[in-house]
Nanobody, 116 residues
């Protein structure tokens, strides 16, 4: 059974950077579009970015130019490089398939906190 494990979150100041990792226990990345999602306290989960099997990338408008998604199929890992972080980026970040998520793939997520 495939599982996704997110890591790399932490506490940073405004303008700082973090790199998140999404590692799969099975080799699904070579055949799936993978997305990053986030959920802030009291808010619904929202889509952040996606990378296709052919390495096409898309971002929500609020992170364009600041976040970069990438994938390493050999390592079964997808990354999210986050630069110029803002307070409003504070959330728990998750990865899953995209655009149709698999309920069984939601992991614990990784907490990103941006302080002013």
């Amino acid at each position: 059974q495939v599982q996704l494990v997110e890591s790399g979150g932490g506490l940073v100041q405004v303008g700082g950077s973090l790199r998140l990792s999404c590692a799969a226990t099975g080799s699904i990345f070579s055949v799936e579009t993978i997305g990053w999602y986030r959920q802030a306290p009291g808010e619904e989960r929202e889509w952040v970015a996606r990378v296709t099997r052919r390495d096409n990338r898309m971002y929500r408008d609020s992170v364009k130019g600041r976040f970069t998604i990438s994938r390493d199929n050999a390592k079964n890992t997808v990354y999210l490089q986050m630069n110029s972080l803002k307070v409003e980026d504070t959330a728990v970040y998750y990865c899953n398939t995209d655009p149709f998520v698999r309920a069984g793939l939601w992991g614990q997520g990784t907490q990103v906190t941006v302080s002013s």
